[in-house]
């Protein structure tokens, strides 16, 4: 997606602005230029029938191939398939246990897709759901005896704020420096990670956690509750309110038109005048308050206090979602509910047909390579041609 | 749309349909475990480990030879909300009655918030944190390990031929210099210029840094090493390959390096497992807080390896005996910390049993002979 690499990025303007015959030849070589490759599917025609048939497709083929490999490994590959409908969507309780593990990678799942707009690769989206963590236990252990609606909103604040300024981080150091933005955002994974460490075990420790390092409480009356009925926390409603919202920012506002513009065609995007470093930190820093949101709402709504456990993985496991969507927001929340019920599923594999829990992660990898592949069969399939010509 | 288009989603519909009922008569339904007592176990890695989560799982496999007990296992399973979806899961799903969610980070807030909700299930947690005001469906036990590595330290001590050891630690937190102080002054019983260089490598499992740790040791001259992170796999492959000896911890990692393997601190999980099981399925009441060592049966020692001489063995098997018997005091003043202060008093005695000892607990110190020092 790339394809524009850092060099064009920090480029200065096409030098003798203004002289016509300058401008004329730098068009040309825009127009000579090979492009990226046209994106399909969501971003470029191909019918939605298609967009939505072409992933079912590669699901179902991984599924079978993931039957291969229990059989190869010994056990029925049926019994496989009936557990995982039982634990995923089988029963009221199975059906939250997914939506509850679904929760947060809508939110971290973002991170990535939304720079990938602009034609930035930020993988940092683990480093940010725990910088938001880290900061919304701060806003909250300061706020313990504040009302609990100005505590939860500082938290937000907080949490969003030190996502972003995460993510952005790496976007500028693109934008003005020309480092790579995917190593730097994984790199700074680490620091974040070594951040939260010193803090919880040093100034930030509550000196009665002895054997855990942790911050003191935010207070359990601060926390975020359930959604009435359930067990599943509000986070899944912000989760897919946000994927929503994003999905119109990029799709159908001015803003988002520019940014796809830039992620499509840097040149052609410089070359009509779009304020392309403002774009990239925009694309950034929501994408980084997106990953910080998850991580306040899953120190609000589950862990209560900081500690090493924020490093959930839900990061990483966002990567996967934003790539299996196909960096498409809307499309962020069947993936992140499918990995969800994959991880619900996974515990009912161990317990009674004895896989090891690296079955579910063989499962993600197997659709992960399914769903990259399945890209080069769009458009090529006859039935859809015709169904196209006959739209 | 298209018809054609239409008609072909109808046909996959009905091709998904009729897969989903032959699925469903070719298995038989679950089986009804109405007269046996299930118990689940969480561990938090893998339960092949060779360390904190393989001592548990040996635990689990000692309950499974029991009668009328089906035993539930699942692993890699994080501490946060996965841990309460697998807890709910054994019981709503499977009929756990008694569960096992082993690691020191479950209790709190996650056993501490479900105990309430199912109230008929016994939730048993290894770390020794029960309160009086948490909910009494729970049980906390804990084992004072660091006598094992006491013991680790007296054949340490018998067997370096430089005086110099070695200890990889995770973090700088109570339990982890509880065991290096006690290593040490097992040591220094024995040799008193042994010395320990601990290296702190900042997480539970940190496998390339743990290698690291431990080359680095031996190429400054220590010849026995032990450790205390969630897999000592490589620390002890590291330093056999080294030609150092090893003291091993959390379970037996004499498997991986016959030769080099010295002894080591292991959890008796596998006898307190089952009798915890048994006063379970017998409705006896278990207790709350659960806390003791070699006497109360918490832990074992691992059998000795090939380089360890006579004297040492007697030595050691003395020392043991006492523990055993509860005669024993590890921490007895005067002990004085690595930068000379005195830290136990001389006439002091923090004693290992059930009623904990504050200054135990909170252990914030090195002895004299440990090379390292704590982030202030």
Redesign the interface.
Known sequence: MVDETASTLIRPPPAGHGDAAAIASNAAAVVAAPGPRPRRGFAAGGTA?EAVLVPAGALILSLLLFGVFVACAGVNP??V??YMV??SVG?W??VQ?TL??AAPLLLTGLCTALPAQAGLMIIGNEGAFVMGGLAAAMAGVALHGAPAPLALAAMTLAGTAAGAVWIAFAGGLRHWRGVNETISSLLLNYIAIAIL?QLV??PFRDPRS????SSPSIGYDHMIDSIPGTEIHWGLVVGIVVCIAAYVLIRHTTIGFATRIAGGNLRAARMVGLPIGWLVMLTCALGGAAAGLAGMI?LAA???RA???LV??YGYTGILVAFLARQNPLAIIPVAMLLGGI??SG??L??HLGL??AATVVLQGIIFVMILASDAVYGRLP?FK??DA?? | ??E??IS??RVLGGVALGAGAA??A??PLRPAFAATTIV?FIYVG?HDDFGYNQAHAQGAAAVKKMASVKV???????????VT??M???I???AASLLFPTS??YFN?YILREAPKFPKVRFEHC?GLWTPKDPKNIGSYFGYIFEAQHVNGIVAGFTSKSGKLGFVAA?????VLQNINAFTLGARLINPKATTRVIFT??WSMPVKEAEAANSLIDQGVDVVTMHVDSPKVVVQTAAKRGASVCGYHCSQAALAPEAYLTGAEWNWTDLYPKFVTMWMKGEPLPNFYRGGFKEGLIKQSPYGPRVSEAARKKADAVKAALTAGKYVIFKGPIHDNTGKIVVASGQELIQSNATDAKL??MNFLVNGVLGAL?S
């Open positions: 029938i049926l019994a398939y009936r039982e634990g029963s309780f199975s246990n509850t593990r460490n075990e040093g002895l054997n855990k390092p899953e589950v862990q209560e500690s090493a456990d959930t993985g991880g619900a515990g009912l161990q317990r090891p829990d039935w015709r169904a006959a739209a | 749309m298209t054609q288009t072909r989603r699925l469903g070719t298995l689940g893998p539930l296992e699942e692993e890699n399973v994080p501490e946060d909300v996965a979806k697998t709910e899961s054994m709503e799903q499977d020191f980070g807030p770390g973090k700088p937190i109570p339990q900042g997480d607990e909170e982030p």
